[in-house]
Structures are given as C-alpha cells and as structure tokens.
C-alpha cells in the first residue's frame, strides 16, 4: 500500500512538473466576430496587431480586444517592423525607433493593453540583420520599456548560410546584440523537420523544439505553405496550400501555428 502510494505520488509530482505548450494561432487579417468560438476548440491564444500588418494599409483587429477575451483567448501581442531598407543610417535608425516605439504604446494603451504587456516587433527579414536594424530595434525596445511594457521580436530562427561554413539565423543575432531578457523571442520555423507541419497535437511541440532553446513561442506552421522547407512535413497542408483549424470545415480562415510556454504569452488578457 506505502510503495502503491510512493508510485502514484511520484507519478504526479512528475506529471506537474512536466511544462506544457499551448496552441495559438497568428493571421494579418481579424478572422471576424463568428470564427472565435470555432477557433476558441483548438487555440489557447489569438495574434493581435496594434499597426497594420506586412502588406495591409488597415488594422482589421482594432478594437476586438475585449471580444477576444471574452471568448477566453490570451494574446500575442504585435507591432510592424520597419524593412532595413528604410534605416540607412545610425541616427535616423534610433529616430525611427524611438518613433515607433511610442507609436506602440500609444496602439497598446488604445486598445486595453496593460503595462507589463510583451509587445513583439514583426521582424519578417531572416539571417543577420544590419546594425542600424539593431539600433532600430533598441530604440524601439526602450520606449516600450520606459512606459513600463516588455518588448520582444518576432524573428527567424532559420539558419541562413552565409558561405565559407558560416551560417546565422536572426534570433540568435538578436540576441548577440542585447541581453536575454531585453527582447522575448517569438521564433519561427516551418521547416520539417523539426517543424511537425500543419498540426494541432492535443499536448503541442515545446517552443525549445524549434532548435531556440530560449524560444517562448515556436511558429511552425505558415499559411501559405513554403514549399522548399514542407515537403517532408509529417502533417499535410490543405490541398491550396494554407493551413486550417480542424473546426473550419469551410476553410474560411488560413492561419500560421504556434505552441507557446503559456496560454497567454503577451499576458494581455489581463
């Protein structure tokens, strides 16, 4: 009886200290009012843009917040980066930032976001970034954290090979730029492997499992799908190439996966 009840409290201690990953999913475009219950089945946490996403010129989410959350979904939580393209030069790379950085805030406080929020820049760019983007993304990262929210990058974590045996990705030169705890690091890599492909697993891949050891949220599912790194992937794309949640029989709504260390990974439902 002892040695049963040893066993089985053991069993459960382990159990508990076993972490777990949550399912969410990202799109540019606010799936509408009627697909939340549907998503709500499959995903713990919904993308929210504060600017207009890569591409568009509105922001379908503006003023869904509230709606959300009460439909139970935590955030991640996004603001548009520049392209490098547009910081040439140091000073106007920290201008720009700082800009953009209270750009940010302004969008978050509008929208019912507390201070404490993480707050992901859209880096859409991969393998090592110019040093004015890193300029840009420090400024950027101070004016969140001077009004007392958190900042973090949504970024590549995709090697790039940049010749004579060296490669990179764009997290890891993130993070060669500033301190770990400056910038939370949402990663994302959809090639198989790692990636399981367009999936929903009951008990999700941990974002550590995308090959970002410090990674708090993995992207591994992209919508459309890209061809080069999915051909091996273990979970099928629809036959148009766009991933859809397992209730959207209708397939309305493409979607990018992600599993994350917690159902709210911006903590912005609070």
Request: glycine content about 8%; some cysteine.
């Amino acid at each position: 009886m002892l040695l049963a009840f040893f066993l089985a409290n053991s069993a459960s201690t382990q159990q508990e200290a076993t972490p777990r990953s949550y399912l969410g999913f990202d799109r540019n475009i606010y799936p509408g009012d009627d697909a939340l219950p549907i998503l709500r089945k499959t995903f713990s946490f919904a993308s929210y843009w504060l600017s207009p996403p890569p591409g568009e010129k509105t922001n379908t989410w503006k003023g869904n917040r509230e709606l959300l959350r009460k439909h139970g979904f935590g955030f991640v939580v996004l603001y548009r980066g520049r392209d490098s393209s547009e910081l040439k030069k140091e000073a106007d790379a920290k201008i720009k930032g700082a800009r953009d950085g209270e750009d940010t805030v302004t969008a978050a406080k509008s929208e019912g976001f507390s201070a404490g929020t993480v707050i992901f820049l859209d880096i859409e760019e991969g393998g090592r970034l110019p040093d004015t983007y890193h300029t840009y993304l420090r400024a950027w990262s101070e004016a969140l954290t001077h009004a007392g929210f958190r900042a973090g990058a949504y970024c590549s974590g995709m090697p790039v090979n940049e010749g004579q045996g060296v490669s990179i990705n764009t997290v890891d030169d993130i993070r060669s730029h500033v301190s770990s705890r400056e910038i939370i690091i949402w990663a994302y890599n959809d090639a198989c492997p790692p990636s399981p492909g367009c999936a929903f697993p009951q008990n999700p891949p941990s974002p550590d499992r995308s090959g970002i050891s410090y990674a708090t949220i993995w992207q591994f599912a992209q919508s459309p799908r890209r061809k080069e790194f999915t051909a091996r992937c273990p979970a099928k794309y629809y036959r148009d190439g766009n991933c859809y949640a397992p209730g959207d029989s209708a397939h309305k709504w493409f979607l990018d996966v992600n599993s994350a260390t917690s159902p709210d990974p911006s903590e912005g439902a609070k």
